[in-house]
């Protein structure tokens, strides 16, 4: 017991002798005012701060800075300003109460600046499945009756075709609803389900074509399980600027002709794109017969052959 009361006692005293020497530190206030070195002029909003004791200021519009409570004692001092050098100052506040700061401009040189360009998209770096993109003056030097035609050329696309103008876009082996079409960001469903519906795009519209082989779920959904054929037309004229086409195609093969006629322009705020098209066969008449058995048959079928040379038509004999 007696052992427990001298340590009370002990306590008591440290803690006596503890706040008098705390309340034996003299508190103090430094004031002062931040400056340009070179000028003289005030530096509104200059950090001033006190890494030991965790605290600090800024400096109002005419430069003034005020900090109280600090102990009269020797204190490392720092001053941030952006544009200017940082400056640590070591000050006595046991003599001094009134500090100013003189700042010096801070003038960093960095390396030069690089431009680089590239003639795809960025994006394309980005892109872990292969990329290609397909211009088109590339689509028009390409001879083909449709523009899926057109791009079979491309390594990995094939085509699904019932005649000279439908065709389904087939990449690496996979066609139908496994392959997303877009035209202009706008999803074209119509071809993915029967054997008739092919690209209902206007081929002459197209800019480029950027075919993405391989999955592309996450950016188009669970459709584009074989991959994306994006097609871009082209972008508005510049302020000013009228703009004119006239594309024709013709094959001889199956009497093919086409033609797209385009004017577009950007007057005075006024934008439009005005697009004219028309594509058809001119040879599709088809006589067909059946059973050739008899000699009656066989004159009625030499009489349609001929009639068949004479205006340009095929038979064909079953």
């Not at 005012?33 to 890494?51: M, Q, W």
């Not at 680089?116 to 993109?133: C, D, L, Q």
């Not at 007057?267 to 008449?285: I, N, P, R, S």
């Amino acid at each position: 017991m007696k052992t427990f009361i001298g340590r009370m006692c002990i306590c008591c005293i440290l803690m006596n002798l503890s706040f008098s020497a705390f309340a034996g530190i003299d508190k103090t206030e430094l004031t002062g005012k931040v400056t340009d070195k070179n000028t003289g002029e005030a530096l509104p909003g200059a950090t001033i701060f006190i890494p030991e004791l965790k605290t600090g200021t800024t400096s109002d519009l005419n430069g003034i800075y005020s900090i109280s409570n600090l102990p009269s004692k020797k204190i490392l001092m720092q001053v941030n300003l952006i544009g200017y050098k940082t400056l640590i100052a070591t000050v006595d506040l046991a003599t001094q109460h009134n500090f100013d700061f003189q700042l010096e401009v801070s003038v960093k040189e960095i390396n030069e600046v690089v431009i680089t360009g590239s003639a795809t998209a960025v994006e394309r770096n980005r892109t872990p499945t292969p990329m290609a993109v397909v211009r088109k003056t590339e689509l028009l030097q390409t001879a083909s009756t449709n523009i899926i035609d057109a791009l079979t050329s491309q390594p990995g696309i094939s085509q699904v075709t019932t005649g000279s103008g439908i065709s389904k876009p087939v990449i690496r082996g996979l066609g139908y609803n496994r392959v997303v079409v877009v035209n202009d960001n706008i999803r074209q469903e119509g071809q993915q389900w029967g054997d008739e519906h092919g690209i209902e795009i206007d081929e002459y519209g197209v800019d480029r074509v950027e075919i993405l082989k391989g999955p592309a779920s996450l950016a188009y959904g669970s459709d584009a399980m074989a991959g994306v054929i994006n097609f871009i037309s082209a972008p508005s004229p510049s302020e000013g600027v009228i703009h004119s086409d006239l594309i024709t195609n013709y094959e001889s093969n199956n009497g093919l002709f086409g033609y797209s006629i385009n004017n577009s322009g950007n007057l005075h705020g006024f934008v439009w794109d005005a697009v004219g098209v028309k594509k058809w066969l001119t040879h599709t008449k088809i006589n067909m017969t059946a059973m050739c058995s008899t000699q009656d048959s066989m004159n009625i079928m030499l009489k349609l052959f001929l009639d068949s040379i004479s205006h340009g038509d095929i038979l064909i004999c079953i």
